[in-house]
């Protein structure tokens, strides 16, 4: 079965039903999900800044948790020492350096980000990428 691995910007597209919500789902179906270890904390990260920023309520964010624990998605393990290295030559954050790190391990998976930024280092590191 065919691989993607998915970051937190394609979760929480879906689970708050975005408007690349249903691209994305079509793209995903039949596949094996995948994605780093740090998924969950960094979904709940992304939730509660949206609430924060007032973009969506404390409710819909918990509601929206809810909806990404039921998702099939395989969490690979992340060496953090690595995700750092790629986060620092990328000017990035380190979790997209530990989301790029587990990809560049399951280099067999097609890449599924929103991030240009981060499509763009996996293009780099040579990953198949999916434009949505």
Do not use: C, W
């Not at 920023?53 to 393990?77: F, N």
């Not at 996996?122 to 990953?127: I, T």
Request: glycine fraction near 6%; hydrophobic fraction near 40%; charged fraction near 25%.
């Amino acid at each position: 079965m065919e691989k993607t691995f998915v970051d937190t910007g394609i979760v929480v597209a879906v689970v708050l039903g975005e408007a690349t919500r249903d691209p994305i789902l079509e793209e995903t179906r039949n596949t094996s999900v995948i994605s780093a270890s740090s998924l969950p904390y960094e979904v709940g990260n992304a939730l509660t800044r949206n609430v924060l920023r007032e973009d969506i309520t404390a409710s819909t964010a918990r509601e929206a948790y809810q909806l990404y624990e039921k998702m099939p998605i395989q969490l690979v393990d992340v060496n953090i020492g690595a995700g750092l290295d790629y986060a620092l030559s990328m000017s990035d954050y380190a979790y997209d350096g530990y989301m790029l790190e587990a990809a560049l391990r399951h280099h067999q998976a097609r890449f599924l980000s929103l991030d240009r930024d981060l499509q763009e280092a996996a293009r780099e590191y040579g990953l198949t990428v999916i434009d949505i």
